[in-house]
């Protein structure tokens, strides 16, 4: 495309269609768990139209395997996405479950997956869970459908006792329901045994009926969030560790206390080096002290995080747990938790957004590289080392490769991005682990949709998308607008929203042909998107110190500072030749001053001079969160 080209025509009139990968699996049986007076049993069947992975060893501690697998099967099981009642699907069901009343249990199991997918093709829009044998740990991976979190959990190899040496490689796992409920019968006095392969249950054939085919059509933003959420773990954050009875007192909190409709409903974290972090739950303002240890950072700030109510989906596991960590990449953005407990380590990553949430979406695509080449030789070396070794820290790979360190940290994002490689959190080192058998067609999973991918160009490439003005709301948000001038069309538009604290776009408006037909029903407009990339991507420069102070023209910090009996809060705006002031308590109405300047350098100058007084009197910068 050249300089001077049209945008990719997008239909103004029509929904944006979701466009989706089909993947293709297939299991020489179904996963069970059998049991026996002393023994237990439980079979995962591997996808056999992947390279084998085997394993085959007696676990030590089977309640703790259990519970961690139960934590595992919460979150694939999990859809926080507001689902209004329709009975349409049930009574649908209801008429299958009456029509396959005489079939046999292999009979039954085909036709309820071919029932599925012509009644219910979103069943099929997460992937069976994928598990890796590597020398050091069997790992398993799962991404929840609304991509909201994703979860790894590892066992090392000292929490079984082999025999057979394993074959080392990925795989997809049959995980059913029928399969988790089997679960629940493991119990300390058996020795349950774990197999993972075609011989743990058995060879069989397709012509002799036993091949269990599934068809799973992922939406490519789910396969993309899943690729993206591991990338994003190895970019620069703050790490902080938590000991299991903070986290228990927090999700105490949350399970006896509702929230409550209109007001924050994030997790602050106040990081102040050389002193224990601080967990605070919103709207309660409800300080929770930390006892692991002092934070070690470099600066203080705070931080807030979102899907703070997704954490429940870790209480199975927490008994079992001594030590937590916690990694955050920045307010609204993703973070990770990381449970340890002897041998068994369970990594969850809260995304900040859901499938519906394209506005925070948005925001952290930002903090990734669009490429959709396969790597070149930089990739090529570091695939290599990971063949012959399965994983290596970051130190090891560039000793081995011999890379600078920007092609090296290069390379692993596309990796990961890829799906080629993936970055464990908890080890702090790049595993080999393809996601898929065959290569994923990167050029469809570069933008969203074709309206990101518009608005991408007209920010990027033609430089035509500017924020006007940015209007700090008290109680509703940021409201921001826009002129996105499109050469093609002759026109201007001006798209306009408002930013709610968490990120989501609360109210938008465009003065563009498809908004005033479709409004937000069909998503947003190409413009709305264009705006919402460039607020993040100014954002994103100023928060890594690249934008210059005499090209602030419109902004908004805000700080807090905590005492014995509340907060202190200052929101300090710029905007152009005028300088806002708000401050007070924060549970108070706050108190209000305007200046207004004979230039924008003097209100600069001003405003510059705020922020530094209130960084030097104490308080916190909060203004990501």
């Known amino acids: 495309m050249s300089d001077d080209s049209p945008p990719p025509d997008v239909p103004s009139d029509e929904p944006a269609a979701v466009e989706r990968t089909e993947l293709h699996l297939a299991y020489a049986g179904a996963s069970r768990m059998s049991t026996s007076e002393g023994s237990a049993r439980l079979a995962l069947a591997a996808n056999i139209l992947r390279s084998p992975a085997r394993f085959d060893g007696v676990i030590h501690d089977p309640i703790r395997f259990r519970e961690a697998m139960s934590a595992l099967h919460a979150v694939v099981a999990s859809d926080m996405r507001y689902q209004p009642k329709d009975r349409t699907a049930y009574l649908a069901y ?12 292999w009979q039954a199991q085909r036709e309820y997956f071919s029932w599925l997918l012509r009644n219910d093709p979103l069943a099929f829009v997460i992937l069976d869970p994928v598990v890796t044998v590597h020398p050091d740990q069997v790992f398993f991976e799962v991404f929840s459908k609304d991509e909201g979190a994703y979860a790894k959990l590892g066992v090392d190899r000292e929490c079984f006792t082999t025999e057979a040496e394993p074959t080392y490689g990925t795989t997809n796992i049959d995980f059913s329901e029928s399969l988790y409920r089997g679960l629940q019968q493991m119990r300390s006095y058996r020795e349950t045994r774990l197999t993972i392969g075609s011989e743990g249950v058995g060879l069989a054939t397709q012509a002799a009926g036993q091949v269990l085919e599934k068809t799973i059509r992922v939406p490519d933003s789910w396969l993309r969030g899943f690729l993206q959420v591991q990338s994003a773990a190895a970019l620069p954050r703050d790490s902080f560790s938590l000991a299991p009875i ?18 924050r409903r994030g997790l602050r974290v106040e990081l102040m080096p050389g002193r224990a972090p601080r967990l605070v739950l919103e709207p309660w303002n409800v300080v929770i002290p930390t006892t692991a240890g002092p934070y070690k950072g470099k600066s203080a700030k705070v931080a807030r995080v979102w899907g703070r109510r997704r954490l429940m989906l870790l209480q199975r596991f927490l008994p079992f747990v001594e030590e937590v960590d916690v990694h955050l990449l920045g307010s609204g953005l993703p973070s990770f938790w990381v449970l340890r407990g002897r041998g068994m380590t369970l990594t969850l990553g809260l995304t900040g957004f859901t499938a519906a949430n394209w506005s925070q979406a948005l925001n952290f695509d930002l903090l990734l590289p669009r490429k959709t080449e396969p790597g070149g030789k930089s990739l090529d070396a570091v695939l290599a080392h990971l063949a012959g070794r399965w994983s290596a820290g970051i130190g090891e790979l560039a000793k081995s490769t011999k890379l600078p360190w920007p092609a090296l940290t290069e390379a692993l994002q596309l990796g990961c991005q890829q799906g080629r490689i993936m970055y464990d959190v908890a080890a702090d080192v790049y ?27 007209l920010l990027v490439r033609r430089g035509a998308v500017e924020v006007v003005a940015e209007n700090r709301l008290p109680g509703a948000g940021l409201e921001l607008t826009g002129r996105v001038t499109v050469r093609e069309d002759d026109r201007e538009y001006r798209p306009k929203m408002l930013l709610a604290d968490e990120g989501q776009v609360t109210r938008a408006e465009c003065t563009c042909g498809f908004f005033r037909k479709q409004g937000l029903k069909a998503g947003p407009c190409v413009h709305l998107v264009a705006l919402r990339l460039a607020y993040a991507a100014r954002e994103a420069d100023r928060a890594a110190g690249r934008t210059p102070a005499e090209a602030i023209t419109a902004e908004t910090r805000a700080f807090s500072r905590r005492d014995a009996k509340g907060e202190d809060v200052y929101e300090v705006t710029l905007d152009r030749r005028r300088l806002k002031v708000r401050w007070g308590r924060d549970d108070g109405p706050p108190r209000l001053q305007t200046l207004a300047f004979d230039s924008v350098e003097e209100a600069r100058a001003a405003y510059l001079g705020r922020v530094s007084d209130l960084a030097a009197r104490g308080f916190l910068d909060a203004s990501a969160g």
Not at 94 to 105: H, N
Not at 246 to 260: C, I, S
Not at 431 to 451: I, K, M, N, V
């Open 94 to 105: 209801v008429r299958m479950r009456r029509e396959s009343s005489g079939l046999d249990a």
């Open 246 to 263: 903070d986290l228990y007192n927090a999700l105490r909190h949350l399970r006896l206390h509702a929230d409550e409709k209109g007001r």
């Open 431 to 457: 595993r080999l682990r393809p996601l898929t058998e065959a290569p994923l067609d990167l050029g469809r999973l570069e933008f969203r949709d074709a309206r990101e991918r518009v608005a991408h160009d």
